[in-house]
T-cell receptor, first 118, second 114 residues
Framework: GAGVSQSPSNKVTEKGKDVELRCDPISGHTALYWYRQSLGQGLEFLIYFQGNSAPDKSGLPSDRFSAERTGGSVSTLTIQRTQQEDSAVYLC????????????????FGPGTRLTVL | AQTVTQSQPEMSVQEAETVTLSCTYD???????LFWYKQPPSRQMILVIR??????QNATENRFSVNFQKAAKSFSLKISDSQLGDAAMYFC???????????FGKGTSLLVTP
């Protein structure tokens, strides 16, 4: 079946503009995750959704970052008033929580959105 | 703080040879899962292998195997019979049983030469 998809693949924006990044998880996956990968770094966890709820938003770096998930499927990560330090690859992952605990389930990643803030 | 250390920023291996990528981690939890992900230039993170911390037997997946030393908090990846398609960034990660976020190292860039 289809994997995790993300759009756009690349986004260039000007400092101060708002951007929206989209993630389509694997069909039937109830858990969805956003990560950020800055140049030369590993992945940094941002937020986790179980269904439409986000039990933990503590990874979001500032109040300019928000995310929502509708219908237990598509998720949008919004960055308001973008700054140059927001430039990174934003990766989305999903997993099928079959055991009641997301920690036992493998996360499958999308190809990411490369965000460049000029 | 929970951290993952990959001490080799870059590694090189000849085709058909064997290479080992190292990883150490630090967590106070006793139940967790360990992963190696591969990230080719396409950016997509691909799961290579997974290890449950409660299992003593090292995981294997075809040419990929791990050496898991729980007491030392070490989780190295061995790639046998290296192929050109193995060239990529390799990330070590873990997730505690009580959580959901993957904690990643900074990665090791693997170059495979003919």
């Amino acid at each position: 079946g289809a994997g995790v998809s993300q759009s756009p693949s690349n986004k260039v924006t000007e400092k101060g503009k708002d951007v929206e990044l989209r993630c389509d998880p694997i069909s039937g996956h109830t858990a969805l995750y956003w990560y950020r990968q800055s140049l030369g770094q590993g992945l940094e966890f941002l937020i986790y959704f179980q269904g439409n709820s986000a039990p933990d938003k503590s990874g979001l770096p500032s109040d300019r970052f928000s995310a929502e998930r509708t219908g237990g499927s598509v998720s949008t990560l919004t960055i308001q008033r973008t700054q140059q330090e927001d430039s990174a690859v934003y990766l989305c992952a999903s997993s099928l929580v079959i055991s009641g605990s997301p920690s036992t389930d493998t996360q499958y990643f999308g190809p990411g959105t490369r965000l460049t803030v000029l | 703080a929970q951290t993952v250390t990959q001490s080799q920023p870059e590694m090189s291996v000849q085709e058909a040879e064997t290479v080992t990528l190292s990883c150490t981690y630090d967590t106070s939890e006793s139940d967790y899962y360990l992963f190696w992900y591969k990230q080719p230039p396409s950016r997509q993170m691909i799961l290579v292998i997974r290890q449950e911390a409660y299992k003593q037997q090292n995981a294997t997946e075809n040419r990929f195997s791990v050496n898991f030393q729980k007491a030392a908090k070490s989780f190295s990846l061995k790639i046998s019979d290296s192929q050109l398609g193995d060239a990529a960034m390799y990330f070590c990660a873990y997730r505690v049983n009580s959580g959901y976020a993957l904690n990643f190292g900074k990665g090791t860039s693997l170059l495979v030469t003919p």
